[in-house]
């Protein structure tokens, strides 16, 4: 990690993601990739490093694998939407893992993931599991204590403005569980991550938008980890 300092986005940057929804034009980008990159991309760079610092010591037991920062060309080949831009930046800072042994994290969750441009949204935790990951995150939420452990984590997130989310459920519980379960709900997840409160729109402008991540990924961190030592 280096020693950059997030200054906050620009105000200008909403008028670039703008400008691209409505070109998706690799020639305009072309031209305007210095823009893209003095107005989004250092930004996040900066942050991301930033964020990587301050959570390290919330991890004591896992690892951080570095920042990442993607890029901003979207993944066409197997998508109906051939536009070749995203309107946001977005950022991941992984667990990685505990080691070998017992204790080893086989799985990574996100101690934090953000995207910004034309949707914010911060979130943590695991958003998709391998089938074997699945499995073991299902006996965990169905088994006692562990399932009513993390349905207390979860309940006092959303207390706090947090959502359960994942990149794909079920409609009904799986096969053999009661539709009526205390914890169907998080039963049809095929993930378990959890979106933050609604970023403060002034936030984005100003530095203050670290600090403010960086006491919603402390408040997730309980069920990240709760997930990385679950789906070993």
């Known amino acids: 990690m280096s020693d950059l300092r997030f200054p906050g986005f620009s105000a200008e940057g909403a008028r670039f993601f703008r400008t691209l929804a409505k070109k998706q034009d690799r020639a305009w980008f072309k031209a305007h990739q210095a823009d893209f990159e003095a107005l989004w991309k250092g930004p ?28 901003i060309h979207r993944d066409v080949r197997f998508s109906a939407d051939k536009s070749p831009y995203k309107t946001n930046i977005a950022g991941i800072l992984s ?10 994290v086989t799985e990574g969750a996100a101690a934090i993931y953000a995207h910004f ?10 958003f998709n599991l391998s089938t074997e ?12 204590p562990t399932g009513k452990e993390v349905a207390g984590l979860v309940k006092r997130l959303e207390k706090a403005g947090f959502r359960p989310i994942a990149m794909s459920s079920l409609k009904k519980t799986p096969r053999g569980v009661d539709p009526d379960h205390p914890r169907a709900a998080l039963l049809r997840l095929k993930g378990l991550a959890v979106s933050f409160p609604p ?11 670290l600090g403010w991540l960086v006491k919603q990924a402390k408040a997730a961190a309980p069920l990240v980890e709760w997930m990385a030592y679950t789906t070993r």
Request: proline residues 8%; without cysteine.
């Open 44 to 71: 996040m760079e900066a942050l991301m490093d930033e964020l990587a610092r301050a959570l390290d010591p919330v991890y004591p037991t896992l690892d951080l694998a570095p920042p990442k920062v993607f890029r």
């Open 95 to 104: 667990v990685a893992g505990g080691g070998s042994g017992p204790g080893a």
């Open 117 to 126: 441009g034309l949707e914010n949204l911060g979130a943590a935790g695991q």
């Open 133 to 144: 990951g699945l499995a073991r995150y299902r006996a965990a939420v169905l088994a006692e």
């Open 199 to 209: 970023i403060p729109a002034e936030l984005l402008y100003d530095r203050k938008l």
